[in-house]
């Protein structure tokens, strides 16, 4: 793998040989993380931990157990994530991506966030590997429930609603760690993975399973890989790594497409 082009004060002349893989490219998997919301304001995954929750590990907060421990902490965060993404705005990385898919028919987005953020940015049919913070249902019999009015931008402790059905406690819509996958979703990404002939990397460390492992499939079969990140990964396999704001360099390579 070459060594990562640093594109962090702007686009670094990329070869020809990989603006020709992006334009030639007919079937696109993009798989986005946390990163892609950074410029909207989004505190990352590992960020999203100040104020009431600056002790946690975001990986222990982000379980059944946290919740059941202590509900009121766990629905707090999420709560106080979701009136974050309510008072953003997608990026420039999400616009890109959905004027990308409007050109190039066959891309499909992949993304391992919670917020809607690429959905209001124009993209269809976005699988969403970890769920939604806008979807709360019953802890105890699934049922879905409205969410409630959001909360300001202080961190503040409260209970989650109760089920009309069962009288359960309300759960963020999210897939927590030791929590299986949508199945559909997972299925159609393991599919995506499977067939693409370009897989674009956006804003994730890749730390977390099953979704890392889509590029390491894309890449088994011969697809391109392209990571884009402001820090490099060592371990990742990818055929490049553009280092930089996904906002500034994807709307850069829609230019040159
Ligand atoms: C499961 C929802 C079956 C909640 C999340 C192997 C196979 C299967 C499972 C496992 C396995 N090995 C281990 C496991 C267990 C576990 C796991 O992966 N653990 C990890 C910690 C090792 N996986 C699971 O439990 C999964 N369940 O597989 O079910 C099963 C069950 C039990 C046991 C085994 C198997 C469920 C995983 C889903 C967890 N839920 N989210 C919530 O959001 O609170 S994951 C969470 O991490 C978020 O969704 C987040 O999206 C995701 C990944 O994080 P990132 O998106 O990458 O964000 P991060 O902050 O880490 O990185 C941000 C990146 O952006 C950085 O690189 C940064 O440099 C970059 N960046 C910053 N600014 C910008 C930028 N990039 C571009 N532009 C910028 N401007
Ligand atoms: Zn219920």
Avoid: K
Wanted: aromatic content about 6%; overall charge negative.
């Amino acid at each position: 793998m070459p060594d990562p082009f640093d594109c962090r004060s702007g686009l670094a002349p990329l070869p020809e040989v990989l603006l020709d893989r992006l334009r030639q490219a007919d079937e696109v998997l993009v798989l986005t993380g946390a990163g892609v919301s950074a410029e909207s304001g989004i505190a990352t995954f590992r960020e999203a931990l100040t104020g009431l929750w600056a002790r946690f590990d975001p990986a222990q907060l982000a379980t059944a157990e946290a919740f059941q421990e202590d509900p009121a902490r766990v629905w707090s965060w999420y709560e106080w994530r979701r009136a974050q993404v309510l008072r953003a705005e997608p990026n420039a990385a999400h616009r890109a991506l959905a004027d990308w898919a409007d050109r190039q028919g066959r891309l499909r987005l992949v993304t391992q966030n919670v917020d809607d953020l690429h959905e209001r940015a124009g993209s269809r049919d976005v699988i969403h590997l970890h769920g939604s913070l806008h979807e709360p249902r019953c802890f105890d019999c699934a049922n879905p429930l409205a969410a409630p009015p959001p909360v300001g931008a202080e961190a503040q402790l409260l209970a989650p609603p109760t089920c009309p059905l069962c009288g359960g406690l309300a759960r963020p819509g999210v897939v927590w760690f030791g929590e299986s996958l949508p199945e559909a979703a997972l299925a159609t990404a393991w599919a995506l993975a499977e067939r693409c002939n370009l897989c674009l990397v956006v804003g994730t460390s890749g730390l977390v399973q099953p979704a890392a492992s889509l590029p390491v499939v894309a890449r088994q079969q011969g697809a391109t890989v392209i990571r884009i990140d402001p820090q490099p990964a060592a371990d990742f396999q990818a055929d490049w790594q553009l280092l930089g704001a996904a906002g500034l360099i994807l709307p850069a390579l829609l230019e040159r497409l």
